[in-house]
């Protein structure tokens, strides 16, 4: 923060908050399906999110290497299985990601109702 | 579209929707300055969004190239200004960037609300 800052009140833009970690698209799809199941195995979330393993495999270690999710390789069965769980700090990250957006996107409908009257 | 695609409904995600160029953060950012103003100063969309003027150049041109914003260089008295405006186009995304924000916004919420009873 700057000494001089003095930008007026309510200028500050929402978008200036996100995070490009959280904010990534395939990476915001990732922490959304994981937010709402808190863990999934790797093939379930590559195909809800419709990518390539490879895609989805370096998304998750940047989102890993940030302390976002954890991965989990193990068996079932014979089959190998790729766990990933969204940790604490990924859910915080994701929700304030979320409530950045619900900012952005009411400034955007007050827009919508008319010139501002402030 | 695969032709044997037979996702089950409500499973694609909102997040598979979203458009790179649109967005970007910074990119977002000027689009909704942008949207509401319909036209604004280089040093305005700079200060607003707390950028350099060389990060604001390099995501106006790729917005420029992909049509979704003008950029016009000329003088006001002896100043030189550079003016930034929206294009149909450009609203049109940032409209759809948006809609799919509130949807991905809206899963979030319906999963806080408690498991799904469907």
Same mark, same amino acid.
């Given at each position: 923060?700057? @000494? $001089? /800052?003095?930008?007026?009140?309510?200028?500050?833009? @929402?978008?200036?908050? #996100? /995070? =490009? +970690?959280?904010?990534?698209?395939? %990476?915001? &799809?990732?922490?959304? *399906?994981?937010?709402?199941?808190?863990?999934?195995?790797?093939?379930? #979330?590559?195909?809800?999110? !419709?990518? +390539?393993? &490879?895609?989805?495999? %370096?998304? #998750?270690?940047?989102?890993?290497?940030? &302390?976002?999710?954890?991965? =989990?390789?193990?068996?079932?069965? %014979?089959? @190998?299985?790729?766990?990933?769980? $969204?940790?604490?700090? &990924?859910?915080?990250?994701?929700? /304030?990601? $979320?409530?950045?957006?619900?900012?952005? $996107? %009411?400034? *955007? !409908? !007050?827009?919508?109702?008319?010139? =501002?009257?402030?």
């Amino acid at each position: 923060m700057s @000494p $001089i /800052d003095e930008r007026p009140a309510g200028q500050a833009h @929402p978008t200036q908050s #996100l /995070d =490009d +970690t959280v904010h990534q698209r395939t %990476r915001l &799809g990732a922490l959304a *399906v994981l937010h709402e199941s808190a863990q999934a195995e790797f093939t379930f #979330l590559r195909e809800a999110l !419709d990518l +390539t393993a &490879g895609n989805l495999s %370096r998304h #998750l270690q940047v989102l890993e290497e940030a &302390g976002l999710v954890e991965v =989990d390789k193990g068996y079932e069965g %014979r089959r @190998p299985r790729t766990w990933v769980r $969204i940790t604490k700090a &990924g859910r915080r990250a994701f929700l /304030d990601e $979320i409530a950045q957006l619900k900012e952005l $996107i %009411r400034r *955007v !409908d !007050d827009a919508a109702e008319g010139p =501002d009257r402030g």
